[in-house]
């Protein structure tokens, strides 16, 4: 099964393992799934972590080197992507997870979230 994380879940993957969902560590050990991070989680934290946010002071280089060299895919941001976000219900404001459930749903892969506002979107989102 093909896994997309969320922006969250790939920090608490690379730097704060004991931070992940049970449900979580579950799917991401289990060598019969194929995992993803979308370029956009990777935007995300270079943009937040210029800003200072505390939660993001990963360098978002050293991350992506990280997850590649640990067999994680990853999935570039294209113009369908783009385009689908205004399908999308306007329950939740943040471009970057709102451009996560684009890919995920264009794609047809599953995303993993812990955000509970996330998982509340229609497609392929589960939460962890």
Request: a negative charge.
């Amino acid at each position: 099964m093909k896994l997309l994380l969320d922006t969250h879940l790939l920090l608490w993957a690379a730097g704060s393992p004991g931070k992940l969902p049970e449900a979580a560590r579950q799917l991401l050990e289990d060598p019969q799934n194929e995992l993803l991070f979308s370029a956009a989680s990777l935007w995300e934290i270079a943009v937040k972590r210029g800003l200072g946010r505390a939660d993001f002071q990963v360098d978002a280089r050293v991350l992506r080197r990280g997850l590649l060299d640990n067999g994680y895919q990853e999935l570039a941001i294209t113009s369908e992507h783009a385009v689908f976000i205004d399908s999308l219900p306007s329950m939740h404001k943040d471009p970057f997870d709102r451009l996560l459930v684009a890919q995920a749903t264009v794609e047809g892969i599953i995303l993993l979230t812990a955000d509970s506002l996330v998982a509340q979107y229609p497609g392929p989102v589960r939460q962890v």
